[in-house]
């Protein structure tokens, strides 16, 4: 056996791994999973290995074949190579944001599969009818593979630095009740952000057939904003800015997990503050904080400033999406690919439950824990709908994969319902403010070309962005809502909760007196 054929079985292994998911100097894949990852990374380590053996064993083996069926099938092996090389680059070349990047790879799968085996009939062709030219080509793709090799030199070490150094971090692990001997404020504030509401959809044109009562009874009690200009496009930098009252523009993590940011027009990567984010000012001005979320790891970038947290981790690493979890095994990992391509062949795959309906049960469930926890006085509580994609059969009321972002609509309009239920349930209701915002609106621009994109989402949508999103306050005790329709920056919300917290703003008429004085 040449060590050529041993390197370029090495470098199909690193081509294949989907590794750089893991060590991308953005690290967005592990701020969003939660720690460790070392079971994940010694699975994927041994498929690597058990990739490398397979390819040079199957290499060396077309070696002893007839020259004609050698040069079909050495084209077919570039041709893969060639394929997954150009995917690679594209996905990483395509936007200098990584968060760009996988909405946008995410759901073109199929145009990557279809391309996958145009390229493969192509280059049988051409094995076929030009063998000579074919030839060289080949020798030049396979020469770059073996040279790909010498990657392994550092990414194994990088991947088992990884593995080693993320360990359980218990002061952000799960919710934990506060012992505090007393609350500093009389008042509570749960604030509930809906991810992807749009205010459009929900509160000024809902499609025909979308019905919203909870968020309808809502705004004929709260102040409303119809005309807010969003903060950003994305959640990972939404949420931030509206914590800190600045708008970040682009976000990255440490392997540790933690937040740095770029603020709009600078230059320069700032570590994030929790002593400067409204949960610090809430700690200071005698407040208990919790917070239950999702996709953001908050019991990390905020476990100095909150009394009690929870948050859902992103299955953001490749193996997750077949089944692997950092609870079993580094080998159980490993049997999970050859697992999951094995029941594809035979066509006895199981459907796994839906990962956006595990996440919404599971949010929900910690959700409601905090309502109920009164000792915590201000609350965030950020849930995964009305966000893509669909888990709801609103005909039916009831949870399923399949649905349309109207079906979302109406799940997370009953689940207003069911949480102002809790908050009316608590000895706190009557001295409860609720706030119920979005972090952005139905982004058009990332779904419309997904293929679950439905006909009944383009007629509702008309193929346009609208970017408002939503922002409803109720004070305690209010029976009349208003509309605030002057063109208002986002980032407001971040300034008219620090006043809530300072005891400035109580009600509607002291939130008028403080927008008159912003000049808004």
């Not at 705004?219 to 969003?230: A, D, I, Q």
């Not at 905020?302 to 953001?316: D, G, K, T």
């Not at 999970?336 to 439950?353: D, I, R």
């Not at 209010?478 to 300034?495: A, T």
Request: proline share 6%; glycine share 6%.
């Amino acid at each position: 056996m040449k060590i050529r054929t041993l390197l370029e079985g090495i470098g199909a292994a690193l081509l294949f791994s989907s590794c750089q998911t893991i060590i991308s100097p953005y690290n967005t894949a592990l701020y969003h999973h939660g720690l460790p990852v070392t079971n994940l990374i010694g699975g994927l380590l041994l498929d690597m290995l058990g990739v490398a053996i397979l390819v040079t064993g199957v290499l060396v083996a077309v070696q002893h074949l007839p020259a004609a069926i050698q040069g079909i099938l050495n084209s077919l092996f570039a041709g893969l190579m060639l394929w997954r090389i150009v995917d690679l680059a594209i996905q990483m070349l395509a936007s200098p944001e990584p968060i760009i990047q996988h909405y946008v790879f995410f759901y073109k799968a199929h145009v990557r599969e279809q391309s996958c085996i145009v390229m493969l009939l192509l280059s049988g062709i051409l094995a076929y009818s030009v063998p000579r030219i074919t030839q060289t080509t080949v020798r030049a793709i396979r020469l770059v593979i073996a040279s790909l090799a010498f990657s392994a030199l550092w990414i194994i070490p990088q991947l088992l630095h990884i593995a080693m150094l993320r360990q359980p971090d218990e002061s952000a692990a799960s919710i934990h009740l506060p012992t505090l001997a007393h609350i500093g404020s009389s008042q509570r504030i749960i604030w509930i952000l809906f991810d992807e509401l749009s205010y459009d959809q929900t509160l000024d044109h809902p499609a025909p057939g979308v019905k919203l009562p909870n968020l309808d009874r809502l705004r004929t009690v709260s102040v409303s904003f119809s005309r807010l200009k969003p903060a950003g496009f994305f959640t990972e930098a939404i949420i931030p800015s509206l914590f800190l009252g600045r708008r970040i523009d682009r976000v990255r993590s440490s392997v540790h997990g933690d937040l740095w940011y770029k603020e709009e027009s600078k230059d320069q990567w700032r570590a994030f503050e929790q002593n400067a984010t409204l949960f610090a000012l809430a700690q200071r001005s005698g407040w208990s904080s919790g917070v239950s979320g999702t996709y953001n790891p908050y019991c990390h970038i905020l476990a100095s400033v909150l009394s009690a947290c929870s948050w859902e981790p992103s299955l953001s690493l490749p193996m997750e999406q077949f089944g692997a979890a950092e609870q079993k095994s580094a080998l159980a990992n490993a049997a999970v690919l050859p697992n999951a391509l094995l029941a594809k062949l035979t066509n006895s795959s199981a459907e796994p439950e839906d990962a956006h309906i595990v996440e919404y049960r599971n949010v929900m469930v910690r959700t409601q824990a905090l309502i109920e926890n009164e000792q915590v006085s201000f609350v965030f509580l950020h849930l995964p709908v009305p966000h893509p994609p669909g888990i709801y059969d609103r005909e039916r009321h009831m949870l399923r994969s399949g649905g349309t972002y109207l079906d979302n609509l109406v799940l997370a309009d009953e689940t207003l319902g069911a949480l102002l239920n809790e908050i009316g349930a608590t000895s706190s209701a009557s001295r409860t403010t609720v706030i119920v915002s979005s972090d952005h609106s139905w982004r058009i621009p990332i779904w419309r070309p997904a293929p679950g994109w439905s006909a009944e989402e383009e007629r509702a949508s008309g193929g346009r962005f609208d970017d408002r999103p939503v922002l409803l306050i109720h004070f305690p005790g209010q029976n009349l809502g208003s509309d605030v329709n002057s063109v208002l920056p986002e980032l407001l919300e971040h300034d008219i909760i620090a006043e809530m917290l300072c005891g400035k703003i109580n009600n509607s008429k002291e939130l008028a007196a403080f927008l008159n004085l912003q000049g808004r």
